[in-house]
């Protein structure tokens, strides 16, 4: 065999192997990118969490402009930093990270698969990271808040639709955490609002209107132990809360 031959052979085998490659990627990408129901699901409840997830602007934006995503579902998702009570649906995390470029972001949101709603939704690229969460009827909501002793105030600052509505928070240590999810009697945490040095405490007795904020400030807060913000809407309406923390 010639020189030339072996040459033309190889050069060949590269062009087949670079298109194989292409057809590859291309494929691949392609098939994390679908976003057509089943989305490639073969477990019916993650296909349906991940509806949902696509139904957030926010997330279908950044998938629709991507090179690709990929998705990993978390079906009956429980978390002691955060999640919901009194919703009889099943819920799911959804963790979507989009890929442009070098450009990589990752979304998060609690979904309600039985009523097809997205219950809580973070966007990570705010300075201060604000929650977006819908609070069905009867339902509430807990976060895992930073409070430690002798450090700056911890700010919450929040405003909801439809603006008539109001929300009852509650704001305990852990253990009273868990009496509230048990449905027994409970302390509210009695903590100083800064800046106003009143001493105050909220234990779901007292309804607070959009644009409510407070600053909690323990001056002898346990570092051993969580404490909580826990809204509550006894309402007959969704709420949908936009808070930062």
Known sequence: ????????????LIIVLAVTLGVYVTSHNSAQKALNYPYGQTNPEKADALKVAFSDPAINESVQVSDKYTA??????????????????????????TESGFVS?????????????????????????????????GASWYYSIPVHSGQAPVPIYMEFQPEISYVYPVIVDQANFEKLKNGLSFEPL?????????????G???????????NITVSNADTSQEYYFVLENPSSNDIMISLSI
């Open 105 to 137: 972001r990752t979304y998060s949101v609690i979904a309600d698969i039985s009523s097809g709603q997205e219950l809580e939704s973070v966007n990570p690229y705010e300075l201060q990271t604000p929650l977006f969460i819908l609070l069905p009827p």
């Open 1 to 12: 065999m010639s020189k030339i031959s072996t040459i033309l052979i190889y050069i060949v």
């Open 204 to 214: 779901g007795e007292t309804p607070v209107p959009s644009l409510w904020q407070t």
């Open 72 to 97: 990993n579902i978390s079906i009956g998702y429980t978390s002691n930093s955060s999640g919901f009570m009194n919703v009889s649906g099943t819920l799911a995390r959804v963790d979507i990270q």
């Open 190 to 202: 009695s903590y100083i609002d800064y800046p106003s040095g009143e001493t105050v405490a909220y």
